[in-house]
């Protein structure tokens, strides 16, 4: 009798197993999500724009081309990959609550780092597109035109000009 | 001892049923693949996509139902333990009995989501989503686990 309760306990065992197994029973699997990130884009103002000294009523130019006062910067990121770029200008350069206008901006850019064999550019804020180098190099020049009234007050006068450039 | 044989017999008998029909299981078959990303650029990859989308084959007995879960990574994590943010919409997966992945059924995966297996017992996940490097992302390599769980439902 003992025998035949455990061979009858066993095959009830065995069936559960059976029915569990069909029932309810999890499997899984995976994959991989994959990504190669480029090269994050650096700026950097390599260069500030300087007028030097300048008289009340007498406008002064700078050109893009100008390699001491010129204003420059130099761009960094993924080889051969299109940019876009904007610059935020002053309209004016401020010194103690004072405005010294500035405007007719003019710029260039190239793949390297020179004034020549790249392409003229008018700054603006509206966003342009261009391509870093096979190096992965953008370069850009800038020269603008301060006028100052005959009533100028002395002083320093400085501004900012961003250059913002985005895959 | 002949009880013991009847009850094997009996065991055997229960089970047979499911003899002959494919077990269930869940194989991954192809990686989710963004490919080259760019910082700052959200990169989105369809679930229709041939080559990039990541794939899961199924099989389970005909004409039965089971329940899809993923267990979704967040971000994708690469060098120096820097992480990719990783997203997923509510139609980045989709099913397809005939494991094609030009005839897809939609599904969210982040969902709960039951299928039911075709006369021949196979079926196909497929999985899209968008990777979202910020402006620094960190170049290299990055990677992330996706699992499905598959649970028969009786």
Redesign the interface.
């Known amino acids: 009798m003992y025998n035949v309760s455990k061979a009858c306990l066993a095959g009830f065992a065995l069936l559960l197993i059976g029915v569990g197994s069909a029932r309810g029973q999890g499997v899984n699997g995976s994959i991989t999500a994959t990504a190669t990130v480029q090269t994050p884009i650096t700026v950097t103002g390599t260069q500030n724009m300087s007028f030097g000294n300048v008289f009340p009523g007498v406008a002064k130019a700078i050109l893009y081309s100008d390699a001491s006062n010129a204003g420059k910067f130099s761009v960094a990121g993924q080889a051969s990959t299109p940019v876009t770029y904007s610059f935020t200008l002053p309209a004016n350069l401020t010194s103690a609550g004072n405005n010294l206008p500035i405007g007719s901006w003019l710029g260039y850019e190239n793949a390297t780092n020179s004034t020549s064999g790249g392409s003229g550019i008018t700054p603006s804020a509206t966003p342009t597109t261009s391509t870093l180098s096979g190096s992965g190099a953008l370069f850009f020049f800038l020269g603008a035109t301060v006028t100052p009234p005959a009533n100028q007050p002395a002083g320093s006068y400085t501004g900012t000009v961003t250059l913002t450039v985005s895959y | ?1 002949k ?2 044989a ?3 017999a ?2 055997a008998l ?2 047979h049923p ?1 003899s002959g029909q494919r077990p ?18 959200p ?1 989105v990859v369809p679930r229709t996509s041939a080559a990039n989308a ?3 084959d199924l099989t389970g007995p005909h004409d039965t139902q089971a329940a899809l879960t993923f267990t979704l ?1 967040v971000v ?1 994590t ?1 060098p120096a333990g820097a992480t ?1 943010p ?1 997203l997923f919409g509510g139609s980045d997966a989709g099913y397809s009995q005939s494991q094609s992945v030009a005839s897809q059924i939609g599904f969210d995966p982040k969902q709960p989501f039951v299928i039911t297996f075709n006369q021949n017992g196979r079926g196909s996940v497929f ?1 899209g ?1 968008t ?1 979202q ?1 910020i ?20």
């Open positions: 001892m009880l013991l009847y009850a094997v009996l065991t229960m089970v499911l269930i299981s869940v194989t991954g078959v192809r990686s989710l693949v963004f490919g080259a990303v760019l910082p700052g650029v990169a990541g794939q899961f990574p994708m690469g990719l990783l999985l989503g990777a490097p402006p620094t992302q960190r170049a290299g390599n990055y990677t992330a686990t996706i699992t499905l769980t598959m649970v028969s439902l009786p």
